[in-house]
């Protein structure tokens, strides 16, 4: 029997942890790394059949749901931080936000080497989390959700779908998506790391305008608002309590996540049998990203509760210890992936950023 608590950290916790970095790292690493604008023809290029295999496994099991695995524990850590330091009669506010404010220099910091990082993304929402913790539970719990599935995201489509299109202005500038995705691999591929700092340095608005764009920041709040709310009710504590919890959640959770995928194929196979055009349709892509947020949340938790199950049989252990040695050392763990990455595919390290995809789909 596994004790509930050791040397104050909840093992299962830390070895989730562990687990949500490393599919972070497989997210990444798909992509060689990148976090920007890649040109359409280096993606075309490697569009063999062993790519689109791996690319559409990527999509349906890992992009997208490690950074709301990851932002599950992060509000959950809160919890349990807060819970101890009031238990110690230290105050807690300040204390955290002066963590939390020097995760977020760490994360500029971070984002001048990478502007994937998530650190600076965590950072605000952070404060936000801070009040939040009055909440009811009722309330934590329902605005989690929403969050978690895009809601109000999901909202601002509406609104501009039923906008009337404005004509466009003659001579309004326009985006030039393939020079700028061209200028950014080569910056990727170039040997200046000063190219690299001011690139990312001046793309930080940029960054914050996809996570509004794309409802990742709205999904990353309501995570962070889920884990403290199993935090409160004492989820992890004991997970032999828990079991029967975790079973039915993974259990319900499992079939959404299985009907979702079925409807989301047969969208995908009926436009591409009949012809529909419904890729140019905007009321088709909303419906599909009800569905696609829907199945990552659903899928999200099928993976924390399947995961914290498996992490606690028997011959799981030496897994589990090994995960939570990873887990323990999450921030040291996540910047080594940079590092890694950066060393791996861009031009100031090895530049493999043109071969990966290729390899990988030959079977290494």
């Given at each position: 029997m596994q004790p509930a608590l050791t040397q104050n950290r909840i093992i299962t916790v830390d070895a989730l942890r562990g687990i949500a970095l490393l599919g972070i790292l497989l997210a990444h690493m798909c992509f060689w790394y990148n976090a920007g604008q890649?040109?359409?023809?280096?993606?075309?290029?490697?569009?063999?059949?062993?790519?689109?295999?791996?690319?559409?496994?990527?999509?349906?099991?890992?992009?997208?749901?490690?950074?709301?695995?990851?932002?599950?524990?992060?509000?959950?850590?809160?919890?349990?931080?807060?819970?101890?330091?009031?238990?110690?009669?230290?105050?807690?506010?300040?204390?955290?936000?002066?963590r939390i404010a020097l995760m977020g220099i760490i994360g500029l910091i971070h984002h001048l080497f990478w502007p994937g990082d998530i650190l600076s993304i965590y950072a605000p929402l952070g404060f936000i989390l801070i009040l939040a913790r009055k909440w009811s539970n009722k309330w934590v719990l329902i605005v989690g959700i929403l969050f978690a599935i895009n809601v109000p995201h999901k909202l601002i489509d509406i609104y501009e779908m039923l906008k009337p299109i404005v004509p466009a202005v003659k001579g309004a500038p326009q985006n030039n998506y393939d020079a700028e995705s061209k200028a950014f691999l080569a910056i990727v591929q170039g040997k200046s790391w000063v190219n690299l700092w001011v690139n990312n340095f001046k793309g930080l608005a940029n960054k914050f305008d996809f996570q509004f764009n794309s409802g990742r920041i709205y999904i990353t709040f309501g995570f962070f608002l889920l884990g403290m709310y199993a935090g409160r009710l004492n989820w992890f504590n004991n997970i032999s309590t828990s079991k029967p919890l975790f079973k039915k959640l993974l259990k319900r959770c499992a079939w959404v996540a299985f009907i979702l995928l079925l409807i989301a194929i047969g969208i995908i196979v009926s436009n591409e049998v009949f012809k529909l055009g419904w890729q140019e349709s905007r009321t088709v892509g909303f419906f599909f990203g009800i569905l696609y947020d829907t199945f990552n949340a659903a899928l999200v938790l099928v993976y924390i509760t399947g995961f914290s199950l498996l992490l606690n049989k028997a011959n799981w252990q030496r897994i589990s210890g090994w995960f939570a040695s990873i887990g323990k050392m999450?921030?040291?763990?996540?910047?080594?992936?940079?590092?890694?990455?950066?060393?791996?595919?861009?031009?100031?390290?090895?530049?493999?950023?043109?071969?990966?995809?290729?390899?990988?789909?030959?079977?290494?």
């Open positions: 890649l040109p359409g023809e280096l993606f075309q290029k490697y569009n063999d059949i062993g790519n689109q295999i791996i690319s559409t496994l990527n999509e349906v099991l890992i992009a997208g749901k490690f950074f709301a695995f990851f932002s599950f524990l992060f509000g959950l850590s809160f919890y349990l931080q807060m819970e101890r330091m009031e238990q110690k009669s230290v105050h807690f506010v300040w204390r955290y936000a002066w999450a921030l040291t763990c996540y910047l080594s992936q940079t590092i890694l990455g950066i060393w791996l595919f861009y031009g100031v390290g090895l530049g493999l950023v043109l071969f990966y995809r290729y390899y990988l789909a030959a079977g290494g």
